[in-house]
């Protein structure tokens, strides 16, 4: 099974609304990634977390917040975005950050900020 | 700066007529190279990994190649449920052991 599950799939929220965006993996992946996708661009890395712990901060403004409170979950908390933070975020595992591994990503959640 | 570049941007091929793509990197110490293919609205599926120079994998249509500057992704006799854009990820060992993804190419087999 290499399956990342995300919920939700679809998200509107206002500009001075608080939501969580969630990640779940039971492969037994010790790395677990946030990234955020544009229109018709590539993924781009916003957080690694490496056994729990944050290991990468691609210097993500303060408004979006990771949580990773165990080795098979990951959240993204969010407060005061703004429209330009609309795009699909992806989560992503691999089986270590350092593993040389492919990493699986989950279907995304498409968040609109209005 | 570890970099990558994939060519074409988007690709129009018929139904049945076999075609690459092409992934060309910059990176210090190739700790790996993937493919992924990415339908829209959808979170990348992953493909195939390759380490080494030499190294080939193959998955119904198609097959992932590795030199020691570039992949090619040979697709052959594709139909229309091939079109997807295609992405090509490294990971280097710069010690962050991030992937850093290609720009995509978008492939349409039309029917």
């Known amino acids: 099974d290499t399956e990342v599950t995300q919920t939700p799939k679809h998200l509107v929220m206002g500009m001075t609304n608080k939501k969580s965006l969630k990640c779940e993996q039971h492969?037994?992946?010790?790395?677990m990634y946030w990234y955020k996708q544009k229109a018709k661009k590539p993924p781009e890395l916003m957080f690694v977390?490496?056994?729990?712990?944050?290991?990468i901060n691609e210097s993500v403004p303060s408004r979006f917040s990771p949580e990773c409170p165990n080795s098979s979950l990951l959240n993204l908390h969010l407060h005061a975005l703004q429209p330009e933070d609309s795009a699909l975020y992806l989560c992503a595992s691999s089986l270590g950050q350092g593993a040389n591994t492919e990493a699986f990503f989950g279907q995304g959640t498409r968040l609109t900020v209005v | 700066e570890d970099q990558v570049t994939q060519s074409p941007e988007a690709l129009r091929l018929q139904e049945g007529e076999s075609s690459s793509l092409n992934c060309s990197y910059t990176v210090s110490g190739l700790r790996g190279l993937f493919w992924y293919r990415q339908d829209p609205g959808k979170g990348p599926e992953f493909l195939f990994t390759?380490?080494?120079a030499g190294e080939e994998k193959e998955k119904e249509r198609l097959k992932a190649t590795l030199t020691k500057k570039e992949s090619f992704l040979h697709i052959t006799a594709p139909k229309p449920e091939d079109s997807a854009t295609y992405l090509c990820?490294?990971?280097?060992?710069?010690?962050?052991?991030?992937?850093?993804f290609g720009t995509g190419t978008r492939l349409k087999v039309l029917a």
């Open positions: 990820a490294v990971q280097g060992a710069s010690g962050t052991y991030k992937y850093i």
């Open positions: 492969m037994g992946h010790r790395a």
């Open positions: 977390y490496s056994y729990e712990k944050l290991s």
């Open positions: 390759l380490y080494s």
